[in-house]
Structure formats: structure tokens, C-alpha cells
């Protein structure tokens, strides 16, 4: 690959790219804003959203699993030069995806005692939680609806739209969090209520634009609805199980911090939204590279997608270091910026000292799955996220913090990110000689 070609494919990562990650980033920002002005109203309410967040990761993959079906299966189809199926998929894709989180949605709610039981959740944490869900699961629906239409437009090539909208809703949130919170006196709800606005307001925007711009429609006649939904399912189910495992090893994870006490639940709450933070590139990697994988795969160009992943996982790796870098100097100030308690200042202080030092192995990792979903090997990206989690991360969490207490647990992150990180990046390669010498015509 010549210099030029170089220039050229870097400019069109960057194109695509960073739409996203302003989008990604305004989005964790009002997440972080969200867990900060939450963490006034004290301990309780804090521990409350993070016994939330194990749940939203289960929303969040159901909805990125059918996202990541749609971008596949969408963009294949376009590049097939049919326009009309690919609008029709787009409208299944919507009704599916809406039907399936409602349900999800309809089943945590009731089984909430069980689900609080099986995290370790204390009494006292009950009522607040009994408060928030009902109105925090309505914007979980709303935020799944925005995703799904986003996913719709990335599959057309189009990251500008939903990386503005990120930004415009996310500024909504922040700018609507005082108000309901402090100023209507709702407190943990009011953080809900604030968020189902922003989203309305998201969807009463994209929605219009995408039947504009006739990518999205609810004719099927000339639809083989039942072959469709086989077609996203093959995608989906493993995408879907991939993206599931993470918010099923949060709840162990959440478990295990919960043996330590609602400071290190409401800390570690506070940490996994500063952890989303600090990887937003890679994030937007993984939302704007399958598009452009996904072509190259169509066009059987093996040597661009080779030199394209190299690219991205260089640069996911010099990122992450000097992030951590600076992370580990500010430390102090950071944690006592982010909590008013010194009990969850001291958890987050002791995060920023172990864990960002893996989140490049971990940036790796996450952008090796979201390849091989893009490259129709989703078994292939189901395992690295099982060996991940469960044969990488999970085992060395416990292990450490047997060891040495709550600091154990960030020792075993640490650990088991960097592992996962070179697991990864070895089943890829594994991956790529076996496509080149299976596949004719891949050169």
C-alpha cells in the first residue's frame, strides 16, 4: 500500500470517524453529568443507578446486537443496488427492534425483586430503585428507537446525522438534569425524566429525515418478511449474545464490588461511566469502520481491510496510553471532582492509579469484535467476547479481590483486560488466514 492509498484510506476513517466520536462523547458526557449531579443528592440514589446500570447494559446489547444486524445486512443490500429492500429491511428493523425492547423492558420490571436479590442489592437501596425504574425503562425504549434509527443512516454511510443528533440531545440532557432534579425537587427521577425530553425530541427530528431521504419504510408487500428477519437473525443472534455477555458479567462484577458496600457500588457506578468515557474513539471505531469493512468485504479486497484494522488498532493503542497517562497524573483531582463522599473518592482515586493502563488491550479487543461481526464471522466475535469476560476478565476480578480486597478488583481489571487485548487480536488473525486461503477471489 502506497503512500497516497495511505493518505486516502486515513482520511476516510477519519471522515467517518469523527462525526461519532463527537456524538459518543456527548452522549457519556451527559451520562457522566447525570452520575455527578445524582452523586449530590447522596450515596443511596448513586447506589441506586449503579445497581440500574447492569440492566441498562442488557437493553444497550439487545439494541446494539440489532444495530450491528442492520448495518451488516442494510449496507450488503446496497451494495447490491437495491434501494427498495434495503428502505424495507430498514422499517422491519425499526418494528422489530421496538417490539423487542418494550418486552425487555416489560420483563425487568417485574422480575425487579429477583434481579435486586441476585445483585446483592441492600434494603435501604429498594425504594429508590421502585421510583426510578418505571420512568428510567421508558427512556431506555426512547434511547433504543434513537439507536435503532442512527443505525439506519450509518448503514447508508451517513455518520453526520447521528453524531449531531448525539451532541444536540446529550446538550438537552445536561441543560434539563438541574431542573428536574433540583429545581422540581424529583431527585433520581427527575435524571429520567430529563433524559425521556432529550430523546423525544431526537426522535421528532431523525425520524422525518430518514423517510425524507426514503431510507426507512413500512410497505412490505413486495417483502419476504419471514426470509428478512432469517437474514438480520443471522447476524443478529450473535451480535446480540456478543454485545449481552458484557452486561452479564457486570452483574457478577457488581456482586462482587457489592460484598464491599454501597460506597464501592455507587464508586464503582462512578468508574464504569468514567471508563466509557475514556474509550469514546474506539467506541466510534466500532460504529464507523463495519460500513466501510463491510464494502471492502463485498468487493473480496482482503489487503485493505488488513491495512485498514492495522491502522486502527495503532491508533487505538497510542490513544489509550497517553489517556492513561494523564489519568494516572490527575488522579486526585479527578476523584474528588467526581464525588463530594470521601468513601467513593477513594474508589474512584484507586481505579484511575491501576485500570486505564489496560484499556488499550481493551480498545483492541472491542474493535476486533465489531471486524469479525463485519466480516459475517459473528461466532468469531461471540467467542472473543466469551473468553473475554468469562475466561479473562470475571475469573482474575474474583481472584484478586480474594486476594486483596476492593483494590483486588481493579488489579484483576487491569489484568484481564490486557489478556483479552492479545487474545483478540490472535483470534482476528486467525481469522484473516483462514477467509484468504478459504475464499477464492480474497486477495
Known sequence: MNRTETIALARDIFKQTWPMVFGIFSLMS????????ISQLGVLPLAAQGFTMPLQMVIIGLQ???????????????GQKDDNRAR???GLVFMVGAVGVFVMALIIWFMRVQILTLLGAPAEVTPYINQYWPVWLCSAWLGAMLYFAYSICRSHGNTFLPGILMMATSIINIALDPLFIFYFDLGLLGAAVATICSFTIGLLIILPKLTTRNWLSFDWQSLQIWKSIQEINAVMTPAMMSQLLPPLSSVFATKIVASFGAAAVAGWAMVSRIEFFTIVVVLALTMSLPPMIGRLFGAKDCKTIINLVKMAVIFTVILQVILAVLLFIFAAPLAAFFSADSQVESVIYQYLLVVPVSLSSLGVCMLMVSICNSLAMSMRALLISTLRLFVCYLPLVWIASELWQLEGVFIGAMLGNLLAGLMAWGLYHNAIKKMRSNAAGFE
Open 30 to 37: 451527559f451520562q457522566l453529568a447525570d452520575s455527578t449531579f
Open 64 to 78: 446494539v446486537g440489532l444495530g450491528i444486524a442492520t448495518t451488516a445486512v442494510i449496507s450488503r443490500i446496497l
Open 88 to 90: 424495507q429491511i430498514g
